[in-house]
């Protein structure tokens, strides 16, 4: 469930910049007023009604996506400051190692000791 979130999640973000980047600023009525553009592919209106709804769509849909990641996303994983609170465990030194006793000559007519 999480990655199909995250996958529509992605695609409504790009389809989301790319009706913004769609759309005309402010001052695309100036120019038009002087450059002679024409918009009928939209209507006579222009396209800045249907982008307009078509962004509030697509907004609410990213938010609702990223709301929803948001609390899969706590379900999942504890925090971070969850054992903040505890005190922290006091940790031991470890033993000095006991240092290896010299080693004692055999006595003679032992036999000798195998070979590494």
């Given at each position: 469930m999480h990655t199909i979130v995250v996958?529509?999640?992605?695609?409504?973000?790009?389809?989301?910049?790319s009706i913004v980047l769609l759309q005309h600023?402010?001052?695309?009525?100036i120019g038009a007023a002087f450059g002679g553009s024409?918009?009928?592919?939209f209507g006579s209106t222009g396209a800045a009604p249907f982008l307009a709804?078509?962004?509030a769509i697509v907004a609410i849909i990213f938010m609702c996506t990223s709301l929803g990641l948001t609390f899969m996303g706590r379900q999942q994983a504890p925090s971070v400051m969850q054992g903040?609170?505890?005190?922290a465990a006091t940790q031991t030194a470890p033993a000095t190692p006991v240092?290896?006793?010299?080693?004692?000559?055999?006595?003679?007519g032992s036999p000798a000791p195998p070979s590494k």
């Open positions: 996958i529509i999640h992605v695609i409504v973000s790009l389809a989301l910049v600023g402010k001052g695309a009525g024409s918009q009928t592919v709804k078509l962004t903040a609170g505890q005190p240092p290896a006793a010299p080693a004692q000559p055999a006595p003679p």
